[in-house]
C-alpha cells in the first residue's frame, strides 16, 4: 500500500488517472436508481473486498456509496475531498473494471464529494444567538448545525463535516457515556475557561462513533462558542503540511494551527511520515502548553499506536484517554429508531414494525454503520419496489450483514495481567530484570502470548515488557512454541489462559 504522504504529493500534483468533471449535485439528486443498480453496486463490493481485503476496503470503500448510473457514467459520492482524491489517484480503474464486469457499457466514473452536495441541496437552519453562559440551549442543539459555524470551520481550512454528525443525534448508552459527558464539556467551554481534559483521547473500533463526537465538539463548538474548533483528519492534517512545505509557507501554517482554541484530529493511527509526526508532536505540545484544547480519536490507545514517537505516546496518555465499547443490543435498538425518526424527514412513508428493528439489533452486531447500511437496504426495497417492509423482507436482505462473530481484542496489558495471576507473580515481576525459575518462565509465556494473539511486532512486545530487545521477544516465542510440543501440562495451561483473555 503506497505510503500516505508520498500519496499527498502525488494528489497535490495532479491525478494520474483520467475522471470526468463532477456531476452537479442536482443532477444526482434527481439521478435515477435502480434495483438493479443498487445489486450491481453491492456485487462490485463484493468483488473489491475480495482484491483488495477487507482492511483496504474498509479504510477506502467502506463510506462510498453509489448515487446512481447515467448512459455510460456510474456516479458514487465520498464524505471527504480527501477520500475523493485517492480513491481517484490509485483505485479508479480497478473500480471501474469491477463495474464492467457487471456492466459493460459502463465506460466512465464519477466521484463526488457527499458534503457538498447536501450543502448546495438545501441551506442549514439560520444562526441563533449564543447562550451567555456558554451552555447549549435545546432549540440550538436540535436545529443542528448553523452556516455561519459552517463557514467558519472551512475558512481554517478543516475537513468537510457532516451536518447529521451532532450531538443531538448521538445515542447514549453504557459504552459510550463517560466519552459523550467528556465531549459535551469540551463543547460548551469558552475561551478563558480551565481545561479540565487536555488532551481528550477516544478511541475504539470502527463505527463505534469517534467521528460523530469529534464533529459534534466541531459543531457546537462553532456554533455557541467564541473559540475557534478546527476539525481534521490525519490525512488532511498530512495533505496540509505537504502542501505547506512545497508552496514554502510552513511557518505560516505552524502560526495558523497554533492559534486554534481547540484543534480536533480524527484517526490518528494514518498520521504518516517522519517530518510530519514531528510537526504534529510541535503543534501539540504548543497547544497544550498554551492551555488551548485538542481532542484525538484513533482506532487504539496511544500506548498501542506503535509508529507515534515516544514523546507524543507519552503526552497523550497523560490526558484523559476514553475507550468507546462495542454497541449492547439495547443501544444498537435506540440507534435503529433514531435513525429511523431521522429518514422520516426526508421519508414520511418510511416505516420499520418494531419486530423489523429488534432482528436488526440482534443481527448486525459489527458496528454501527451496520445498522446504516442495513437501514438503508430496507429503505432502497420500499422505495423502489413500493413493498411493505415485513421480517420476511429483512430476513432476506440482511443475509450479508450477518457476520461471523469477532473475536474479542486482547491488549497486552490484559496478557499481562492473565498470566501474573495464572502463575502467582506480579505483573512488575514481569517487567523486572529478575532472572528466576519462577519469573523467566510466565515472562516467556506472556511475550508468547502477545505475539500470537495481538498484531503487536516484536520491538513493540519488548519495549512493553521493561524496555527489553526484540531479540529477547523472539528467543522467548521460540523457546514456548518449542516446549509446547513436548510439554502437555504447559500447552494446557497456555490454553486456559487463552480462554481466560478471550472471556474477559
Keep these: 500500500m503506497v505510503d500516505p504522504s508520498i500519496a499527498y504529493h502525488r494528489a497535490a500534483a495532479a491525478s494520474a488517472v483520467s475522471i470526468p468533471m463532477p456531476v452537479r449535485a442536482r443532477t444526482l439528486m434527481n439521478m435515477p436508481m435502480s434495483s438493479q ?52 489517484s490509485h483505485y479508479a480503474e480497478r473500480v471501474l473494471a469491477c463495474w464492467q464486469a457487471e456492466d459493460p457499457v459502463i465506460c466512465k466514473i464519477d466521484v463526488s464529494v457527499r458534503s457538498a452536495i447536501i450543502r448546495q441541496a438545501s441551506a442549514p437552519p439560520a444562526p441563533e444567538p449564543a447562550c451567555q453562559s456558554g451552555a447549549m440551549s435545546g432549540n440550538q442543539e436540535a436545529r443542528g448545525p448553523t452556516a455561519p459555524a459552517l463557514a467558519a470551520h472551512e475558512a481554517l481550512g478543516g475537513s468537510p463535516l457532516d451536518p447529521r454528525l451532532n450531538f443531538d443525534s448521538f445515542v447514549v448508552g453504557r459504552s459510550n457515556t463517560l466519552a459523550h459527558a467528556a465531549a459535551r464539556q469540551v463543547a460548551i467551554g469558552r475561551r478563558g475557561d480551565p481545561v479540565l481534559f487536555n488532551p481528550l483521547y477516544i478511541h475504539s473500533g470502527v463505527g463505534l462513533g469517534k467521528t460523530h463526537l469529534l464533529q459534534a465538539i466541531t459543531w457546537a463548538g462553532n456554533t455557541v462558542s467564541d473559540r475557534k474548533v478546527l476539525y481534521l483528519t ?247 512454541e518449542h516446549l509446547i510440543g513436548s510439554d502437555q501440562t504447559l500447552a494446557d495451561e497456555i490454553e486456559t489462559i487463552k480462554r481466560q483473555l478471550q472471556q474477559e
Excluded at 468483488?47 to 476496503?57: C, T, W
Excluded at 455510460?72 to 485517492?86: A, E, M, R, Y
Aim: proline residues 3%.
Design 37 to 88: 443498480d443498487q445489486d450491481r453496486w453491492k456485487r462490485v463490493k463484493d468483488r473489491l473486498r475480495a482484491e483488495v481485503g477487507e482492511d483496504i476496503f474498509s479504510s477506502w470503500f467502506a463510506r462510498m456509496e453509489l448515487e446512481g448510473a447515467v448512459a455510460d457514467t456510474v456516479c458514487f459520492s465520498v464524505p471527504t475531498k480527501f477520500l475523493k482524491s485517492w480513491i481517484q
Design 234 to 480: 490525519a490525512e488532511r492534517f498530512i495533505y496540509i503540511f505537504v502542501s505547506a512545505l512545497k508552496t514554502h509557507n510552513a511557518l505560516a501554517l505552524k502560526d495558523s494551527l497554533r492559534g486554534i482554541d481547540v484543534l480536533v484530529i480524527d484517526d490518528l493511527q494514518f498520521l504518516q511520515g517522519k517530518q510530519t509526526h514531528a510537526e504534529f508532536s510541535h503543534t501539540l505540545n504548543s497547544l497544550i502548553d498554551a492551555g488551548r484544547q485538542v481532542v484525538i480519536a484513533a482506532d487504539h490507545p496511544p500506548t498501542e499506536i506503535e509508529t507515534l514517537d515516544e514523546r507524543v505516546r507519552s503526552r497523550l496518555a497523560g490526558g484523559l484517554v476514553v475507550e468507546m465499547g462495542s454497541l449492547g443490543e439495547e443501544l444498537r435498538l435506540e440507534i435503529l429508531k433514531a435513525r429511523v425518526a431521522a429518514a422520516r424527514h426526508h421519508h414520511p412513508g418510511f416505516d420499520v414494525p418494531p419486530a423489523v428493528l429488534t432482528y436488526i439489533a440482534k443481527t448486525a452486531t459489527h458496528n454501527g454503520r451496520d445498522l446504516e447500511g442495513a437501514l438503508n437496504r430496507l429503505l432502497a426495497c420500499s422505495k423502489l419496489s413500493g413493498q411493505p417492509i415485513t421480517m420476511e423482507l429483512a430476513e432476506r436482505e440482511m443475509r450479508d450483514f450477518i457476520r461471523p462473530g469477532d473475536q474479542k481484542r486482547v491488549k497486552i496489558e490484559d496478557i499481562q495481567r492473565i498470566v501474573a495471576r495464572h502463575y502467582n507473580v506480579s505483573r512488575g515481576d514481569l517487567l523486572s530484570a529478575r532472572r528466576t525459575a519462577n519469573v523467566v518462565r510466565p515472562r516467556q509465556v506472556a511475550m508468547y502470548l502477545a505475539k500470537t494473539m495481538t498484531l503487536r511486532s516484536l520491538p513493540e512486545i519488548g519495549r512493553r515488557f521493561g524496555g527489553r530487545d526484540h531479540t529477547t521477544v523472539l528467543h522467548a516465542v521460540r523457546k514456548i
